[in-house]
T-cell receptor, first 113, second 111 residues
Framework: EAQVTQNPRYLITVTGKKLTVTCSQNMNHEYMSWYRQDPGLGLRQIYYSMNVEVTDKGDVPEGYKVSRKEKRNFPLILESPSPNQTSLYFC????????????FGPGTRLLVL | DAKTTQPNSMESNEEEPVHLPCNHSTISGTDYIHWYRQLPSQGPEYVIHGLTSNVNNRMASLAIAEDRKSSTLILHRATLRDAAVYYCIPSTQGGSEKLVFGKGTKLTVNP
């Protein structure tokens, strides 16, 4: 089944404790991205990647890192999480090209205490 | 980014058609019109997209105004599973670009 998977789905952590949220897709998509969703602010893009080893900042990259060493994986790294990073995170992927559609993961709900 | 205007909420009865409007008067001539929806506690899900002509797929139909300044997503027979927030998103590529999600329309389906 074609899908985007994220792990963990739920995470409670404390300020400053490094964490990684994994994202994996099995559709051979070149493009992958991360969004966060907050009440009243909607979905905002954090980082994106056009292909392996090619990443760039989205609208809200502060406090986050990403890497794209393999085509299928695009982990989101919070090196020193803070309470303002408490949010719902979504990973998305697609082929590159006009008219393509994006596939989203099920989401990771993060609470930073 | 083209600005979109959608009703905050709409209500429908099960098995009745639903027409969800979107105004995108500043859309570029080459932008696609994408519709995504987000069911409760799930990630956004692609519904349909079009450029100029009306489009149909197994989930819905998309009617695009001749001047492309507005479009309407049509669910032919709403089910309880169609209760979600529906987003209308003009986009240059569709894939491989940031999708700008507005506030969308929250659709409630009554049994």
């Amino acid at each position: 089944e074609a899908q985007v998977t994220q792990n963990p789905r739920y995470l409670i952590t404390v300020t400053g404790k490094k964490l990684t949220v994994t994202c994996s897709q099995n559709m051979n998509h070149e493009y992958m991205s991360w969004y966060r969703q907050d009440p009243g602010l909607g979905l905002r893009q954090i980082y994106y990647s056009m292909n392996v080893e090619v990443t760039d900042k989205g609208d809200v990259p502060e406090g986050y890192k990403v890497s794209r060493k393999e085509k299928r994986n695009f982990p989101l790294i919070l090196e020193s999480p803070s309470p303002n990073q408490t949010s719902l995170y979504f990973c998305a992927s697609s082929f590159v090209g006009r008219g393509e559609t994006q596939y989203f993961g099920p989401g990771t709900r993060l609470l930073v205490l | 980014d083209a600005k979109t205007t959608q009703p905050n909420s709409m209500e429908s009865n099960e098995e009745e058609p639903v027409h969800l409007p979107c105004n995108h008067s500043t859309i570029s001539g080459t932008d696609y019109i994408h519709w995504y929806r987000q069911l409760p506690s799930q990630g956004p899900e692609y519904v349909i997209h079009g450029l100029t002509s009306n489009v149909n797929n197994r989930m819905a139909s998309l009617a695009i105004a001749e001047d492309r300044k507005s479009s309407t997503l049509i669910l032919h027979r709403a089910t309880l599973r169609d209760a979600a927030v529906y987003y209308c998103i003009p986009s240059t590529q569709g894939g491989s670009e940031k999708l700008v999600f507005g506030k969308g329309t929250k659709l409630t389906v009554n049994p």
